[in-house]
């Protein structure tokens, strides 16, 4: 596939979609898959990976762990080069929650009893933060509206007690971008504490580089599961070259180059990833990412052309949704933003959105929704066809719940 070729948009336009040859097993091409920040569909070429990983535990059984951590760290390589990292170590996790769970560990929040974060987290931070409350540690919401005073507002917030700030780029209840760190980086450093970005919502559908956001000393989580298309297990935290901290909540693979020396008085740590690493675990994860990564390598489905890509069909979403000019009481759009500030997915507010979303799926359109806001995702491979028959079937739905 030529550069020109790899960058029509055009291609992804049509029906079938140029990629939809690729996702056979999930036929993406009859299907209305608006699931594209939650779940995407996974290229064919991922279940050849999983294949390998039965077949090397077959043939090599213990010794497969040689040929495992090939294909994790083609992983971390492929993580790194998403966030344009050039020094920093990828710990890689089966979701974020342990990961997440490793950096609180690694906290003094007794000598610094004080958290920063946003009012809009996704579950797992909110819930985390929140039984630290209820033991005693201060914790600070900033909220995310208005989104253009936000990183501002949150660098306001730090001060010397604060032992981390951790917040979201895109925040997962409104797909809107939350702006650039540099702001918070700055403060973090200022007073010497720490500061932990979920780019979750963002890798691989929001071009997300460390250094236009200042974020060379900052820890990173995230995983591939939405738009990388990696399938379940594939999440990493990413931390900066240099770090001693002693997260309490690591496995014996965090010391898996010191295990000689394990008899020490003090527990030890290896050297780089090793630090925030877990312990023993399937590999079959890794080895379905190592293969999606090459495709997408590949077929040249860089950040920016994914965002291209991206931004046109949250558009047809988003002028498809306001023509329909559906009493707001019904359904509305949250926010009316410009385009830039969106990210992987539209969200819509209404106090129908789980029987909305029921009736979605009756009909063939996969969606998801929180609460009273509804999720609508599109991806690479769907095409404009597609989403404007998904458009047509939205119409019906919301004719049950009265006029304009």
């Known amino acids: 596939m030529n550069e020109q070729q790899g960058n029509d948009l055009t291609a992804f336009r049509r029906w079938p979609n140029r990629l939809a ?28 990976g999983q294949q390998q990983a039965w077949l090397d535990a077959a043939q090599w059984v213990d ?6 951590a090939a294909r994790a760290a083609e992983v971390e390589r492929g993580f790194s080069a998403l966030l344009q990292d050039d020094d920093g170590h990828i710990a890689l996790g089966q979701n974020t929650f342990e990961l997440v769970l490793r950096f609180l560990s690694a906290l003094d929040l007794r000598r610094r009893p004080r958290l920063v974060s946003s009012g809009s987290e996704f579950h797992t931070l909110r819930r985390l933060l929140g039984r630290l409350e209820e033991e005693g540690v201060e914790v600070v919401r900033v909220p995310s509206e208005p989104f253009d005073s936000f990183m501002p507002r949150l660098a306001a917030a730090v001060d010397d007690r604060t032992a981390a700030v951790l917040c979201s780029h ?13 702001p ?22 929001v071009p997300f580089s460390l250094r236009e956001h200042g974020l060379q000393r900052a820890f990173v989580v995230s995983g591939g599961y939405k738009y990388c298309q990696l399938g379940e297990g594939n999440c990493f935290l990413r931390f900066p070259a240099g770090c001693q901290l002693r997260p309490i909540a690591t496995g014996w693979f965090g010391e898996f180059g010191e295990l000689a020396q394990a008899a020490a008085q003090q527990t030890r740590y290896g050297a780089g990833a090793e630090r925030f690493a877990g312990s023993t675990y399937d590999p079959t994860s890794h080895y379905r990412a190592a293969e999606v990564m090459r495709f997408f390598r590949d077929q040249q489905l860089t950040p920016a052309l994914l965002r291209q890509i991206s931004q046109h069909q949250i558009g047809l979403l988003v002028a498809g949704f306001e023509a329909l000019d559906v009493d707001s009481r019904i359904i509305r759009l949250r926010h009316a933003v410009p385009a830039a500030s969106r990210a992987g997915f539209l969200a819509l507010q209404s106090p129908h959105a789980e029987r909305i979303r029921a009736g979605l799926k009756e009909r063939g359109v996969s969606c998801d929704y929180r609460g009273d806001i509804l999720r609508l995702g599109p991806a690479p491979y769907l095409s404009d066809r597609q989403i404007e028959q998904a458009l047509g079937i939205f119409a019906e739905v919301l004719g049950q719940f009265g006029g304009k």
Request: proline fraction near 1%.
């Open 21 to 48: 040859e690729h996702y056979r097993h999930f036929a993406v091409a009859e299907r209305l898959l608006l699931t594209g920040h939650s779940h995407q569909a996974w290229p064919d070429c991922g279940l050849q």
């Open 170 to 182: 895109v925040f997962f209840d409104s797909g809107i971008i939350g702006g650039n760190f540099s």
């Open 63 to 68: 010794d497969k762990w040689e040929r495992a």
């Open 184 to 205: 918070v980086a700055a403060a973090c450093d200022r007073v010497g504490c720490e500061l932990l970005v979920d780019a979750y919502h963002s890798l691989n559908v």
